[in-house]
Protein backbone atom coordinates (compact mmCIF):
# COMPACT_ATOMS: atom_id res chain seq x y z
CA UNK A 1 0.00 0.00 0.00
CA UNK A 2 0.96 3.43 -0.89
CA UNK A 3 -0.17 6.59 1.25
CA UNK A 4 -1.09 9.82 -0.35
CA UNK A 5 1.06 12.80 0.00
CA UNK A 6 0.66 16.22 -0.68
CA UNK A 7 1.79 18.17 -2.97
CA UNK A 8 1.44 15.84 -5.69
CA UNK A 9 4.79 14.80 -6.88
CA UNK A 10 6.07 15.91 -10.21
CA UNK A 11 2.69 16.55 -10.93
CA UNK A 12 2.26 17.85 -14.76
CA UNK A 13 1.24 21.42 -15.36
CA UNK A 14 -1.27 23.12 -17.56
CA UNK A 15 1.38 23.92 -20.11
CA UNK A 16 1.87 20.27 -21.27
CA UNK A 17 -1.91 20.12 -21.67
CA UNK A 18 -2.30 23.15 -23.81
CA UNK A 19 -0.91 21.76 -27.04
CA UNK A 20 -2.19 20.07 -30.20
CA UNK A 21 -3.88 16.60 -29.18
CA UNK A 22 -1.60 14.37 -31.06
CA UNK A 23 1.29 15.64 -29.51
CA UNK A 24 -0.26 15.20 -25.91
CA UNK A 25 -1.53 11.83 -26.69
CA UNK A 26 2.28 10.69 -27.74
CA UNK A 27 4.00 12.13 -24.70
CA UNK A 28 1.42 10.99 -22.36
CA UNK A 29 2.87 7.54 -22.97
CA UNK A 30 5.17 6.36 -20.26
CA UNK A 31 3.83 9.09 -17.53
CA UNK A 32 2.02 7.89 -14.31
CA UNK A 33 -2.09 8.29 -13.99
CA UNK A 34 -2.54 8.52 -10.24
CA UNK A 35 -5.75 8.41 -8.42
CA UNK A 36 -6.02 9.27 -4.66
CA UNK A 37 -9.01 7.16 -3.45
CA UNK A 38 -9.71 7.08 0.54
CA UNK A 39 -6.05 8.32 1.75
CA UNK A 40 -4.71 5.39 -0.66
CA UNK A 41 -2.96 5.82 -3.87
CA UNK A 42 -3.93 3.49 -7.07
CA UNK A 43 -1.64 4.47 -10.19
CA UNK A 44 -0.53 3.01 -13.51
CA UNK A 45 1.94 3.72 -16.13
CA UNK A 46 -0.47 5.26 -19.49
CA UNK A 47 0.43 2.80 -22.13
CA UNK A 48 -2.28 3.36 -24.77
CA UNK A 49 -3.93 6.87 -25.47
CA UNK A 50 -5.95 8.11 -28.85
CA UNK A 51 -6.11 11.50 -30.07
CA UNK A 52 -9.43 13.84 -30.59
CA UNK A 53 -9.42 16.97 -32.67
CA UNK A 54 -5.80 18.19 -33.10
CA UNK A 55 -6.20 22.54 -32.84
CA UNK A 56 -8.60 23.40 -35.51
CA UNK A 57 -8.89 20.55 -37.73
CA UNK A 58 -11.92 18.45 -38.31
CA UNK A 59 -12.34 15.55 -36.50
CA UNK A 60 -16.00 13.56 -37.13
CA UNK A 61 -14.87 11.01 -34.66
CA UNK A 62 -15.14 13.82 -32.27
CA UNK A 63 -17.40 13.77 -30.03
CA UNK A 64 -17.57 17.75 -29.70
CA UNK A 65 -17.21 18.14 -33.69
CA UNK A 66 -20.35 15.20 -33.96
CA UNK A 67 -22.99 17.10 -31.52
CA UNK A 68 -24.40 20.30 -31.91
CA UNK A 69 -22.45 21.61 -35.15
CA UNK A 70 -19.36 21.86 -33.34
CA UNK A 71 -20.55 23.97 -29.76
CA UNK A 72 -20.25 23.16 -26.55
CA UNK A 73 -23.26 21.21 -25.31
CA UNK A 74 -23.74 19.94 -21.19
CA UNK A 75 -21.94 16.54 -22.13
CA UNK A 76 -19.65 18.03 -24.53
CA UNK A 77 -18.38 21.70 -22.74
CA UNK A 78 -14.95 20.63 -20.84
CA UNK A 79 -13.79 19.07 -24.22
CA UNK A 80 -13.51 23.11 -25.17
CA UNK A 81 -11.31 24.39 -22.87
CA UNK A 82 -9.04 24.91 -20.71
CA UNK A 83 -6.47 22.36 -21.03
CA UNK A 84 -5.69 20.25 -18.26
CA UNK A 85 -9.23 19.29 -16.79
CA UNK A 86 -10.71 15.59 -17.24
CA UNK A 87 -13.41 14.85 -19.66
CA UNK A 88 -15.17 11.75 -18.29
CA UNK A 89 -18.52 10.35 -19.82
CA UNK A 90 -20.75 7.22 -20.06
CA UNK A 91 -21.08 5.24 -23.19
CA UNK A 92 -22.58 2.05 -23.99
CA UNK A 93 -25.47 2.63 -20.88
CA UNK A 94 -22.37 0.70 -18.71
CA UNK A 95 -18.99 2.01 -19.04
CA UNK A 96 -17.56 5.85 -17.65
CA UNK A 97 -14.10 6.64 -19.98
CA UNK A 98 -11.34 9.00 -19.15
CA UNK A 99 -10.15 11.80 -21.02
CA UNK A 100 -7.84 14.46 -20.75
CA UNK A 101 -8.71 18.17 -22.69
CA UNK A 102 -6.08 19.59 -24.43
CA UNK A 103 -5.25 22.31 -27.15
CA UNK A 104 -6.54 25.81 -26.17
CA UNK A 105 -10.07 27.21 -25.46
CA UNK A 106 -12.39 27.16 -27.63
CA UNK A 107 -11.85 23.78 -29.87
CA UNK A 108 -12.65 20.55 -28.33
CA UNK A 109 -9.73 18.69 -28.07
CA UNK A 110 -8.87 16.14 -25.82
CA UNK A 111 -6.83 12.51 -25.69
CA UNK A 112 -8.42 9.57 -24.27
CA UNK A 113 -6.55 7.36 -22.10
CA UNK A 114 -7.02 3.56 -23.50
CA UNK A 115 -4.49 1.62 -20.98
CA UNK A 116 -2.49 1.74 -18.21
CA UNK A 117 -0.20 -0.76 -16.68
CA UNK A 118 -0.66 -1.10 -12.59
CA UNK A 119 1.80 0.17 -10.43
CA UNK A 120 0.11 1.27 -6.83
CA UNK A 121 -2.97 0.29 -5.39
CA UNK A 122 -2.76 -3.74 -7.37
CA UNK A 123 -5.10 -5.31 -4.29
CA UNK A 124 -7.63 -2.21 -4.51
CA UNK A 125 -7.71 -2.27 -8.19
CA UNK A 126 -8.66 -6.44 -8.15
CA UNK A 127 -11.14 -5.66 -5.52
CA UNK A 128 -12.70 -3.10 -7.36
CA UNK A 129 -12.65 -4.90 -10.83
CA UNK A 130 -13.76 -8.44 -9.25
CA UNK A 131 -10.78 -10.00 -9.03
CA UNK A 132 -9.79 -9.94 -12.43
CA UNK A 133 -6.15 -11.28 -13.48
CA UNK A 134 -3.41 -8.24 -13.58
CA UNK A 135 -3.03 -8.44 -16.90
CA UNK A 136 -6.92 -7.44 -17.65
CA UNK A 137 -7.08 -4.99 -14.89
CA UNK A 138 -6.53 -1.65 -16.36
CA UNK A 139 -6.05 -3.18 -20.17
CA UNK A 140 -8.79 -0.76 -21.92
CA UNK A 141 -10.66 2.82 -21.19
CA UNK A 142 -13.32 1.45 -19.32
CA UNK A 143 -11.52 -1.10 -17.21
CA UNK A 144 -9.10 1.52 -15.78
CA UNK A 145 -12.02 3.55 -15.06
CA UNK A 146 -13.31 0.87 -13.21
CA UNK A 147 -10.22 -0.32 -11.27
CA UNK A 148 -9.73 3.59 -10.34
CA UNK A 149 -13.27 4.30 -9.65
CA UNK A 150 -13.01 7.22 -12.11
CA UNK A 151 -17.04 7.78 -12.70
CA UNK A 152 -19.10 11.31 -13.34
CA UNK A 153 -18.23 13.08 -10.29
CA UNK A 154 -14.28 13.59 -11.91
CA UNK A 155 -16.09 14.91 -14.76
CA UNK A 156 -14.28 18.41 -15.14
CA UNK A 157 -12.06 17.83 -12.58
CA UNK A 158 -8.49 20.00 -12.37
CA UNK A 159 -5.60 17.72 -13.17
CA UNK A 160 -3.42 20.41 -12.16
CA UNK A 161 -4.52 21.63 -9.01
CA UNK A 162 -2.41 20.79 -5.62
CA UNK A 163 -4.73 18.08 -3.97
CA UNK A 164 -6.96 16.85 -6.04
CA UNK A 165 -8.16 12.93 -6.43
CA UNK A 166 -6.79 12.38 -9.70
CA UNK A 167 -3.59 13.86 -11.67
CA UNK A 168 -0.61 12.36 -14.16
CA UNK A 169 2.80 12.82 -12.92
CA UNK A 170 5.93 13.56 -15.03
CA UNK A 171 7.87 11.31 -16.50
CA UNK A 172 11.24 11.00 -19.14
CA UNK A 173 10.01 11.11 -22.82
CA UNK A 174 10.24 7.94 -24.71
CA UNK A 175 12.31 7.48 -28.08
CA UNK A 176 10.00 7.59 -30.68
CA UNK A 177 10.72 3.82 -32.15
CA UNK A 178 8.91 2.76 -28.97
CA UNK A 179 5.42 4.09 -29.56
CA UNK A 180 3.28 2.11 -32.16
CA UNK A 181 0.52 3.91 -34.13
CA UNK A 182 -2.72 3.32 -35.59
CA UNK A 183 -6.47 3.66 -36.46
CA UNK A 184 -8.73 4.45 -33.38
CA UNK A 185 -10.82 1.96 -31.88
CA UNK A 186 -14.81 1.98 -31.56
CA UNK A 187 -15.67 4.86 -34.24
CA UNK A 188 -18.42 2.62 -35.20
CA UNK A 189 -20.20 4.64 -38.94
CA UNK A 190 -17.29 7.24 -38.18
CA UNK A 191 -16.96 8.78 -42.07
CA UNK A 192 -13.66 8.23 -43.76
CA UNK A 193 -10.84 9.63 -43.37
CA UNK A 194 -11.48 9.92 -40.05
CA UNK A 195 -12.22 6.23 -39.45
CA UNK A 196 -8.44 5.43 -40.32
CA UNK A 197 -6.89 8.31 -39.13
CA UNK A 198 -3.78 6.74 -37.48
CA UNK A 199 -4.41 8.54 -34.13
CA UNK A 200 -4.26 6.07 -32.16
CA UNK A 201 -0.81 5.70 -29.98
CA UNK A 202 0.34 2.47 -27.52
CA UNK A 203 3.75 1.07 -26.08
CA UNK A 204 4.81 -1.07 -28.87
CA UNK A 205 4.98 -5.14 -26.89
CA UNK A 206 3.33 -4.23 -23.49
CA UNK A 207 1.27 -6.72 -22.42
CA UNK A 208 -1.26 -4.13 -20.88
CA UNK A 209 -2.33 -2.68 -24.53
CA UNK A 210 -6.14 -3.00 -24.78
CA UNK A 211 -7.04 -5.92 -27.59
Known sequence: MVLWMTPHHNQLPVAFYARPARQVA??????????????????GIIVETEAYCDGEERDLACHGERANNAQPTPRTAVMFGPAGYAYVYFTYGIHWLFNVVTGQPGQPNAVLIRALQPVDGVEEMMELRGERPLQQLTNGPAKLTQALAINKSHNAANLCQPGGVIWIEEAPALPQSQIATGPRIGLGKTPEPWLSMPWRYWLAGNPFVSK
Open 26 to 43: QELLGKKLVRQLNGRILS
